[in-house]
Structures are given as structure tokens and as C-alpha cells.
């Protein structure tokens, strides 16, 4: 399985329009892949909240349609990311987007874990639900999104459901880019899969990126990382590994907590 990770550039005086062409025309460069994968909030920037409202999209906006184009030109499993969503009935969501390759949608996710504390996103936008996993030929995608990356018990969740390969697309600062690397690697030893993890460059708002997309082995071992400025990392991918980790070390069948209700006296 080949995987790309565009890791794109978020110019703050870009236009989402421009932005949007640029990325379809970069997605669409990736027919030898077989699984894309672009960044959290790329059409806006993750923290540029001040435009969430005014760029939010229905589901089926404009950027749900380029990318299942782009996903059906390129013959591509593509995880379009995330965009701010407007849902007529409530509040925006931080909602991830995955397309087949003949260019219908697979499965939306809206994050779960909302970055800001009292402010920005986690504010401004409503908390997902439910877990997501999509399933490929080969392997099945558990999705999750940049601040979810903190928070195990969601990725030993989607391990639960089936998850192979950890999906991460974010918009990571640079002052925090350490945490970024450290993370990716820990979700995929403990929960003995792959993890994409897919950042951007740039300058959102005012606040740099961490770049640094990374693709992790079940093993823990990285086998590929970009460095800071707008790059397409592609890595092949052994699906297999993740099944023969599992299985040569089966630290997964010793889980005790969290497999059933705790008994109270």
C-alpha cells in the first residue's frame, strides 16, 4: 500500500478558492498512490478562528466536491483532511472527510477533542460523537484528528473496531512540534498499528507550524518524516506488519482496564 501525505503549505494571504485549486491539482498528481492524506482545516488555516464562521461549508459544500473529483481523477482512497463544517441544524464541527476511489464518501468524522480550552475551536465548534474507522483493501483506517492525538483511550477505541492504520490530519504548532513526533509514535506502539500523521506548514494566524507530516510502523520505528515547508511524503506500506506485530508480541491480549464495566463493592 502506498501512502502520500501532502503536507501544505497555508499561506495566510491564499485565498480558499486558490488554496482549494492548488491542493486539487496536488491530489490529482497522486495517482500512483493508493491511500492521500492532507491536513486538518487546510482551506482556512487551525487557527485562523476568526474565519471558521465565514468559510464554514455544509457538508456537500465545495470542498466535498473537489476533493471526491479529485479522489475519482486520481483513482485514490483520499482523506481529504477536515474543513469547518455548517450543519443547518446546530453548531460547525472540525469534520473530517474520506473518499473512495471512484469518488464517494466514504465516512465523515467530526473531532472529538476540540483544541482552545475557553477559547477558539473548542468554542466555536461542537464535539463529535462518534468513532470512525473506514475499511480499505488491505487494512481498515481509524480516523482522528490533531488535539485527539492526546487522548489514547479514543485510538484504543478505533483499535477496538478494527483500526490497522491510525489516520492523523493537523494543523500541530511549531512550539509544540516535540509533543507532535513523541505522540505519533506512542499511538502506534500501544495500539501496534500504522500511523499517518499529517501536519501543515506555513503560518496560521500568526502562529507557525510544526510540519514534520510523519508515517509510523507498528513497531514504532518511523519510516519517513518531512521537515518544515510544503512537501508530499510517500511511503509503501506492508499492511501485513500490522498483524505479525500483533501477533509476535501480543501485548494488545494482556489489555485488563477498559475491556468491561468495573465491578463496584
Not at 493537523?170 to 498499528?193: F, Y
Request: hydrophobic residues 45%; negative net charge; charged residues 25%.
Amino acid at each position: 500500500m502506498r501512502a502520500s501525505l501532502i503536507q501544505i503549505d497555508v499561506n495566510e494571504g491564499e485565498s480558499v478558492e486558490s488554496r482549494r485549486q492548488r491542493v486539487t491539482t496536488l491530489v490529482r498528481e497522486q495517482a500512483d498512490a493508493d491511500v492521500v492524506v492532507l491536513p486538518e482545516l487546510w482551506t482556512t488555516g487551525a487557527f485562523a478562528y476568526e474565519e471558521f464562521a465565514a468559510e464554514a461549508e455544509p457538508l456537500e459544500g465545495p470542498t466535498y466536491e473537489a476533493m471526491a473529483k479529485a479522489a475519482s481523477d486520481a483513482g485514490v482512497w483520499l482523506h481529504a483532511g477536515s474543513i469547518p463544517e455548517r450543519d443547518p441544524d446546530g453548531p460547525l464541527y472540525n469534520t473530517a472527510l474520506v473518499f473512495s476511489p471512484s469518488g464517494e464518501l466514504a465516512a465523515a468524522y467530526r473531532k472529538i477533542h476540540r483544541f482552545g480550552f475557553d477559547k477558539g475551536e473548542a468554542v466555536l465548534m461542537g464535539a463529535g460523537q462518534e468513532l470512525v474507522t473506514v475499511r480499505l483493501p488491505g487494512t481498515t483506517l481509524g480516523l482522528a484528528t490533531c488535539y485527539d492525538l492526546r487522548f489514547p483511550e479514543l485510538f484504543r477505541g478505533l483499535v477496538d473496531a478494527g483500526a490497522e492504520t491510525l489516520v492523523v490530519p493537523a494543523g500541530w504548532p511549531e512550539r509544540r512540534r516535540a509533543h507532535w513526533t513523541l505522540l505519533a509514535q506512542a499511538r502506534a506502539v500501544e495500539n501496534q498499528a500504522f500511523v499517518l500523521a499529517c501536519g501543515t506548514a506555513g503560518t496560521h494566524a500568526g502562529v507557525p507550524q510544526a510540519g514534520h507530516s510523519i508515517v509510523v510502523d507498528p513497531w514504532g520505528e518511523v519510516l519517513a518524516e518531512a521537515g518544515t515547508g510544503e512537501e508530499i511524503l510517500t511511503v509503501d506500506l506492508d499492511p501485513a506488519r500490522v498483524a505479525a506485530t500483533r501477533e509476535q508480541f501480543p501485548a494488545l491480549k494482556d489489555r485488563l482496564l477498559g475491556l468491561a464495566p468495573p465491578r463496584h463493592r
